[in-house]
């Protein structure tokens, strides 16, 4: 891997933000309620036809925010620790199923960064020019992984970003039953204040543990927008 596929995600989420901007407002409507909490390896067999074409999410180096706090993948590199990326659809992993929230709809493959697991993004028009994004990551950590070293370095990477406030302080949960750790607040870039949040989960699998990682970003005004999608993410998803 080029550098750990499980962090330095941020800048990932900007620049799927900025690629899905120049992609037109004229996308589908979203799906009905009734169909919101379907998982996104579901809808990515339907996905909407009238986006149109967005150029390829320009490569990153994907390099973590530098700064004073440890990271996961200081953690990985520290340890000689394998890693593996893993894609949606994957057999041999522990199958997550992601709903999609009301107003949101899924990337299509072409157009998310080759290491995502997947990703969607929110297309209502006041948002058309910058939508907010959940970028989705799943690796398999091979060696000796402690899974509660895991969760105790998730913080490090935003807490590394360029001028970030906590608008919480970050707090152990789970996600699909599974350990988790979760934080979110705002931080920088072009000058502009934006709504960041990341959910850090480790499921446990008899050949490794898989590290699933959720990055949110978006403007500052959509913060109520992302709220909603998280909770939905946080009831709805199944893992296994």
Not at 170 to 181: F, I, K, M, N, R
Not at 207 to 215: A, R, T, W
């Amino acid at each position: 891997m080029r550098t750990s596929t499980v962090t330095g995600l941020a800048a990932t989420a900007a620049a799927l933000a900025i690629v899905l901007s120049g992609c037109g407002s004229d996308s589908k409507p979203a799906a009905s309620s009734s169909s919101s909490s379907s998982a996104t390896s579901a809808a990515s067999s339907s996905l909407p036809t009238s986006r149109k074409a967005a150029p390829t999410v320009p490569p990153t180096t994907q390099a973590e925010a530098a700064g004073p706090n440890p990271t996961i993948a200081d953690y990985i590199k520290q340890n000689n620790i394998s890693e593996t990326g893993i894609k949606m659809g994957d057999p041999s992993a522990p199958p997550v199923n992601l709903p999609v929230p009301d107003g949101w709809e899924v990337v299509p493959p072409e157009q998310t960064p080759d290491y995502a697991y997947g990703a969607i993004v929110y297309n209502g028009p006041e948002f058309s020019d910058d939508q907010p994004n959940i970028i989705a990551l799943m690796s398999k950590l091979s060696g000796a992984v402690d899974p509660q070293q895991i969760i105790a370095l998730a913080p490090g990477e935003l807490n590394n970003l360029p001028d970030y406030q906590p608008g919480n302080p970050g707090s152990e949960s789970t996600l699909g039953d599974y350990p988790a750790y979760v934080l979110g607040g705002s931080y920088t870039r072009d000058g502009q204040t934006r709504v960041i949040a990341q959910k850090t989960v480790v499921i446990p699998a008899s050949d490794g543990l898989y590290v699933l990682q959720l990055n949110v970003d978006g403007p500052q005004a959509a913060g109520e927008v992302i709220s909603a999608a998280t909770d939905k993410i946080d009831s709805d998803t199944t893992i296994g």
